[in-house]
């Protein structure tokens, strides 16, 4: 398949911009292409066309907007294959999640598209005479800015949100897997969608984001991406008074409870360490074994890893693809040093693999100190740091013991035990005896340093809309 041409979208129009950042398969190093740079008087325009495109698209009805979006979201499903070949070309993942990500992304967008039909205000009773209406309208225009690791579903939740409340968007995803929102926005542009209402831009991200973080036109925030690069974005709209939304890092803690199904705990902890090379926030990263169970654990886990299939992408059978860039290899390579220096126990994996790529197989670390690199910061690949924990009481404040607090996982059949999690853990989303985090339907984010602010479900179309109340005497 022919990698897409990498423009701009802004006013409805797709603009050239000068070939400057080349765009790498990360399965073989081939080039694929190029992502154009946006220099200041184009980023002036994109800033315009929001402008103009809000204007517009705030006064629509919402079952005008609704029926578009659905549109898009039809062409997108049919374009299904498409947009998952150059997700894997560019980003790396399996074939198969490449797929499950396109279907997940276009029912992020239905499911926003109707909800926008449902932001409902509300009327406060009053005297006779005398009306306290509360309206909840568009917030404005909305700075975007989407990951490297989820370049379908990241965008879906930033462009369904805005578009679904009534506003118009500038979306900056990252340049190292520009085409699937290329791909993305053409079938919005082919729903029929009105110009400047979706904008699409790349470039130097200080640039782009200093730059329309500062323009009193920009009503909203919202990033996907690391805690340092979100602080400092949202120090950068607090300067201007300008709300966020900040979907940050996590370290997601697993408990396995000594009562849990151990086998079925072990075959889903290692299918969704492996899930996108480990490159995902709500990733499980520390898994916290009662002692008991523990070398029970252990050894189902390795027995699952040892099953996967690590290769390209492109293959049906892969399971486990490339890290996306040099930078992720790197990475997986000192935590795995530190964590072996303090005395954890090397169990699987912890080599890059021969031959070209950026290959690394899962890496299982047993008994990890609680000062190990591992426990402490994002690992955001495919290790897995277990730890035997002599109790819940310790499971849960280990678990606690960092500033991350997105997504959590536990094992265990005791709804006392379900109980107490719900109440103890520190996250924004905790799954129990499952794996998934988050779905459309559902409000996704974290507390503390892992962000503020909701995206999916009812809550998710909240930072795009301002509270109004009209209130009217007639007496």
Known sequence: MT???????????????????????????????HAPAIDAPTLADAVAAATRGFAVWRDTPPSERCRIMLCATDLIRARREEIATIMTLEQGKPIVQARAEVDRAADILAWDANEGCRVYGRIIPAAPGLTHSVLRRPIGPV?????????????????GGALAAGCSIILKPSEETPGTAVLMA???????????????????????????ISQPEIRLVTFTGSIPVGRHLASLAGAQMKPTIMELGGHGPVIICKDADIERAARLCVTAKARNAG???VAPTRFLVEAPVHATFTDAVLRHAATLVTGNGMDEATDLGPLANPRRLAAMEAFVADA???????????????GPGLFYPLTVLDRVP?????MQEEIFGPIMAIRPVADIDEAIATANATDYALAAYAFTRSARTIDRLGRALDCGNLAVNHMTASLPETPFGGERQSGHG??????????????????????
């Open 143 to 159: 700075a975007a800015f989407s990951p490297w690791n989820f370049p379908a579903s990241s965008p879906a939740r930033k462009i």
């Open 3 to 33: 990698y897409p041409d990498i423009d701009m979208l802004i006013d409805g129009r797709w603009i050239d911009g000068a070939a400057a950042i080349p765009v790498t398969d990360p399965a073989t190093g081939t080039i694929l292409g």
């Open 370 to 374: 609680l000062e190990a690199r591992a």
């Open 454 to 475: 909701r995206e999916g479900g009812t809550e998710g179309l909240d930072g795009y809309t301002v509270t109004r109340l009209v209130s009217v005497d007639t007496r």
């Open 340 to 354: 072996t220096e303090r005395g954890a126990d090397l169990r699987a994996g912890g080599t890059r693999l021969d």
């Open 186 to 212: 053409r079938a919005f542009q082919d729903a029929g969608l009105p110009p400047g209402v979706l904008n699409l831009v790349f470039g130097n991200p200080a640039h782009i984001s200093e730059t329309l």
């Open 279 to 281: 490159q995902v926030c």
